[in-house]
Nanobody, 129 residues
Framework: QVQLVESGGGSVEAGGSLRLSCVVSGAWDTSYCMAWFRQSPGKAREGVAAIFTGGYDKFYSDSANGRFTISRDSAKNAVYLEMNNVKPDDTGMYYC??????????????????????WGQGTQVTVSS
């Protein structure tokens, strides 16, 4: 059974930084797309960033581009989201998602919730002004 466990959320002031981690266990696939999504209060869940574990493709939302960095550590089966210069609008529950057995990420659809078949429980990020 594939499981994703997120950690690293917390409270931070605007302009600060946080690093989220997602550890994958039980995955039979070695090359798949992983992404971070967030759900802010009263809003739909949206894609933040994605990375292909079998290569170097990375994708970012407009709001994350230039401030957040997604990375991976294959030895640890982990994916990270480095969040810099955070803003109050970044507040929300952050979810890790994996596209196991469905190949690489692709530019036109990495942000679609239906593309991912495994989800973590989420970690809360709160940014104060």
């Amino acid at each position: 059974q594939v499981q994703l466990v997120e950690s690293g959320g917390g409270s931070v002031e605007a302009g600060g930084s946080l690093r989220l981690s997602c550890v994958v266990s039980g995955a039979w696939d070695t090359s798949y797309c992983m992404a971070w999504f967030r759900q802010s209060p009263g809003k739909a869940r949206e894609g933040v960033a994605a990375i292909f574990t079998g290569g170097y493709d990375k994708f970012y939302s407009d709001s994350a581009n230039g401030r957040f960095t997604i990375s991976r550590d294959s030895a640890k089966n982990a994916v990270y989201l480095e969040m810099n210069n955070v803003k109050p609008d970044d507040t929300g529950m952050y979810y890790c998602a994996a596209r196991i057995g469905r190949g690489m990420c692709y530019r036109g659809g990495w942000y679609g919730l239906h593309e991912y078949n495994i989800w973590g429980q989420g970690t809360q990020v709160t940014v104060s002004s």
